[in-house]
C-alpha cells in the first residue's frame, strides 16, 4: 500500500521503520530540514520538505493514489487539517494523533465530523497500559485479546517458582493450569517453545492464558495475583493525569509527585479523588517521606527518560513495589531492558503498534482481519488476532494436520466469547478469532500462517 506520513518524530520514523520492513510505499513529510535529515538511511521511504497541512505538498506526496495518510505532527490542531484535506484532495484512509486531554471527550465527535478513520492518543493509551499492569502487578507487561477474554502475560522465572528443568508439555500435569507457553527470552536469544522446551530460573516467560487461568496459574507458583491497593506517581502529565484518573476508578489510592505549582493546581482540580504534591521527584528524602517504602506501586513518568531510570533503580532498593518506567527514546531499548526495572513503558512503540495494526486491517485478503497486533519479546515477534470471516484452506483442518511456518504457535481459539486454548485435534471455524504467535514478521491474512 502507498502511505503518507506527516510528521518525522519518533512515531513518525518508527511507523516508517516498520511499514518499510512490511513492504509498503512510504512518504515522509516534514517541514524541518533537521527531522528529515535524521531519518536513518535503512529506511527506504521518499522524504518531502514541506508543510503536511498543504495541498501543494499532500499533492506531491502523492495523496491522490494513497491508500492511508498518517499525521503524528506536535500539533493535535495540525494532524486534523492535514487528515481532513487528505479527504477532500484524495480517498484515502486518515488517521490522526491527538493528545490533548480536551479532546478526549469528543474524539467521537471529531472522527465523524471530519471523516478521520481512526484518532489516537498515546498519552491514554499509555496510562491504560500501566493501569492493566497494575490490575495484575505479577506480570512485567500484559496484551488483552479478545475484547479482554484473553491475556498474553509476561514474568520473570525465579527459584521459588519451582520450574527450573521443567518442559513446557508437562506445565499443564504438574500445575493442572490452562496456559499455554508462547514465548521464552534467555538472555540474548527468543524461542516459540514446543512441548520438548525445558525452562529455566531467569527466562522471561509469556503465558497465553484467560483472566482466571493466568490469576489461578500464578497463585500456584506462588505470585501475588491482587490489583495493588495503592500507587505513587511520579510526573504529573498527560499520561500522570490519565492513569491517576483510572486507578481512582479503580478504587486505588493515587499521590503523583508534581515540580510545577501550576499544574498540581490543576490537577488538584481535575482529581479531587487523588493526592498531589508539590516537589521534585528526583528528591529521596521527599519520596521516602511521602511512603515510598510502604506503596505497592511506583511509576515514573517524567520527561526525562535518565530521570525515570534512576528513580526506578532508587525504589527497587527500597521498597518491593510494583516498578513502571517510562522511557521515551527507544535508541537504547535493549540496554535498558537488562537493567530489570521491572516493567518498561514505550508510549512510541505502543502508538506505533496500534496504527500498524489498522494497516494490517486493511490489508486482509482472503476474509481474516487482523483485529490486535503487539510487538511482544523484546520486539523480535508478534502476537496477532485474526478474525475469520469466511472459509479458506485453514478452516475446518485438525491443527496437527496443517502445516504451519517455523516459529509460529497458535496460541488460542476464541469461539462465540469461548476461551480454547488450542490442542492438535482442534479445528478453526468461521467466526471464531484466532491467535497467533510469531518471529515471522508481516502476516497480514490468517493463510499467512502456512508454510508455502
Given at each position: 500500500m502507498k502511505i503518507?506520513?506527516?510528521?518525522?518524530?519518533?512515531?513518525?520514523?518508527?511507523?516508517?521503520?516498520?511499514?518499510?520492513?512490511?513492504?509498503?510505499?512510504?512518504?515522509?513529510?516534514?517541514?524541518?530540514?533537521?527531522?528529515?535529515?535524521?531519518?536513518?538511511?535503512?529506511?527506504?521511504?521518499?522524504?518531502?520538505?514541506?508543510?503536511?497541512?498543504?495541498?501543494?505538498?499532500?499533492?506531491?506526496?502523492?495523496?491522490?493514489?494513497a491508500d492511508i495518510l498518517i499525521a503524528v505532527t506536535g500539533s493535535d490542531e495540525l494532524n486534523l487539517l492535514c487528515c481532513l484535506i487528505a479527504k477532500k484532495a484524495g480517498r484515502c484512509q486518515t488517521i490522526a494523533r491527538v493528545r490533548n486531554p480536551v479532546y478526549s471527550e469528543e474524539i467521537g465527535f471529531i472522527k465523524e465530523s471530519l471523516g478521520i478513520s481512526m484518532i489516537i492518543n498515546p498519552e491514554f493509551t499509555t496510562a491504560t497500559e500501566i493501569a492493566r499492569l497494575l490490575r495484575f502487578p505479577s506480570a512485567i507487561k500484559i496484551d488483552t485479546f479478545a475484547k479482554g477474554r484473553v491475556e498474553l502475560l509476561k514474568f520473570r522465572v525465579k527459584p521459588e517458582f519451582n520450574l527450573?528443568?521443567?518442559?513446557?508439555?508437562?506445565?499443564?500435569?504438574?500445575?493442572?493450569?490452562?496456559?499455554?507457553?508462547?514465548?521464552?527470552?534467555?538472555?540474548?536469544?527468543v524461542h516459540i517453545p514446543n512441548g520438548d522446551f525445558v525452562l529455566r530460573d531467569g527466562d522471561l516467560v509469556s503465558i497465553i492464558a484467560s483472566p482466571q487461568n493466568a490469576a489461578k496459574f500464578f497463585q500456584k507458583i506462588g505470585l501475588k495475583?491482587?490489583?495493588?491497593?495503592?500507587?505513587m506517581i511520579v510526573g504529573g502529565g498527560k499520561i500522570g493525569f490519565y492513569l491517576a484518573k483510572q486507578l481512582v476508578?479503580?478504587?486505588?489510592?493515587?499521590?503523583?509527585?508534581?515540580?510545577?505549582?501550576?499544574r498540581c493546581e490543576r490537577l488538584s482540580e481535575l482529581l479531587p479523588g487523588a493526592m498531589v504534591l508539590q516537589g521534585d521527584g528526583t528528591d529521596r528524602k521527599l519520596l521516602i517521606e511521602?511512603?515510598?517504602?510502604?506503596?505497592?506501586?511506583?511509576?515514573?513518568?517524567?520527561?526525562?527518560?535518565?530521570?525515570?531510570?534512576?528513580?526506578?533503580?532508587?525504589?527497587?532498593?527500597?521498597?518491593s513495589a510494583?516498578?513502571?518506567?517510562?522511557?521515551?527514546r527507544i535508541s537504547?531499548?535493549?540496554?535498558?531492558?537488562?537493567?530489570?526495572?521491572?516493567?518498561?513503558?514505550?508510549?512510541?512503540?505502543?502508538?506505533?503498534?496500534?496504527?500498524?495494526?489498522?494497516?494490517?486491517?486493511m490489508q486482509n485478503s482472503i476474509g481474516s482481519n487482523v483485529e490486535t497486533l503487539y510487538h511482544i519479546l523484546d520486539k523480535r515477534a508478534e502476537a496477532l488476532e485474526f478474525s475469520i470471516h469466511e472459509n479458506s484452506s485453514v478452516?475446518?483442518?485438525?491443527?496437527?494436520?496443517?502445516?504451519?511456518?517455523?516459529?509460529?504457535?497458535?496460541?488460542?481459539?476464541?469461539?462465540?466469547?469461548?476461551?480454547?486454548?488450542?490442542?492438535?485435534?482442534?479445528?478453526?471455524?468461521?467466526?471464531?478469532?484466532?491467535?497467533?504467535?510469531?518471529?515471522?514478521?508481516?502476516?497480514?491474512?490468517?493463510?499467512?500462517?502456512?508454510?508455502?
Open positions: 503518507i506520513i506527516i510528521g518525522c518524530g519518533k512515531v513518525g520514523v518508527t511507523l516508517a521503520e516498520q511499514l518499510v520492513e512490511e513492504n509498503h510505499d512510504v512518504v515522509l513529510v516534514d517541514e524541518s530540514p533537521a527531522q528529515l535529515q535524521e531519518v536513518p538511511e535503512t529506511i527506504d521511504a521518499l522524504t518531502i520538505l514541506g508543510n503536511g497541512a498543504s495541498v501543494v505538498t499532500q499533492m506531491e506526496a502523492g495523496v491522490k493514489s527450573n528443568e521443567v518442559a513446557v508439555s508437562s506445565l499443564q500435569e504438574q500445575l493442572k493450569c490452562d496456559v499455554l507457553v508462547s514465548g521464552v527470552e534467555r538472555g540474548d536469544e495475583t491482587n490489583q495493588v491497593k495503592n500507587c476508578d479503580m478504587k486505588i489510592q493515587v499521590r503523583i509527585v508534581e515540580k510545577s505549582k501550576e511521602e511512603g515510598l517504602e510502604r506503596t505497592e506501586a511506583f511509576v515514573t513518568l517524567t520527561n526525562m527518560d535518565e530521570e525515570n531510570i534512576l528513580l526506578s533503580l532508587f525504589a527497587k532498593d527500597q521498597t510494583k516498578l513502571i518506567t517510562k522511557v521515551n537504547f531499548d535493549h540496554l535498558i531492558d537488562r537493567l530489570d526495572l521491572g516493567s518498561v513503558i514505550y508510549p512510541k512503540y505502543l502508538t506505533a503498534d496500534y496504527i500498524l495494526q489498522y494497516v494490517r486491517a478452516v475446518g483442518i485438525p491443527l496437527m494436520d496443517i502445516e504451519l511456518k517455523d516459529n509460529l504457535l497458535i496460541g488460542c481459539i476464541n469461539r462465540h466469547g469461548k476461551i480454547r486454548i488450542p490442542r492438535g485435534h482442534d479445528m478453526i471455524q468461521v467466526g471464531d478469532t484466532v491467535i497467533v504467535v510469531t518471529t515471522q514478521k508481516g502476516l497480514n491474512d490468517i493463510e499467512d500462517i502456512l508454510k508455502k
